[in-house]
């Protein structure tokens, strides 16, 4: 499960408080050197990269219940037909105009 961050909001009134300067520790760590792949094998490694990533996205994913899911269909269904109708009924009027004046 996600980690999740809470932000307290300061008051509009009080200035922000600037955290205090910690000193500088005398031992400096070296970040490590990220060793790149091979050019060969860079759009593999950037694929599975993808596919991880978007496993992790689909994991956090809240689904609909089954419940909603036929409410939704149901409604693109219904939608679906009125616009249907309107179109036809678009076509019947502009078939009897053009027939007017051609005809």
Request: hydrophobic content about 45%; cysteine-free.
């Amino acid at each position: 499960m996600a980690k999740i961050t809470r932000i307290k909001a300061t008051e509009p009134g009080k200035p922000k408080e600037k955290p205090e300067k910690t000193p500088k520790p005398e031992k400096v760590e070296k970040k490590k050197k990220v060793k790149k792949p091979f050019v060969l094998f860079r759009p593999f490694v950037a694929l599975g990269r993808y596919l991880k990533n978007s496993w992790l996205e689909m994991r956090q994913v809240r689904w609909p219940s089954r419940k909603s899911t036929w409410k939704m269909v149901l409604a693109v269904f219904v939608y679906t037909a009125i616009f249907g109708a309107f179109l036809l009924l678009l076509d019947v009027v502009f078939d009897l105009i053009f027939t007017k004046l051609i005809g």
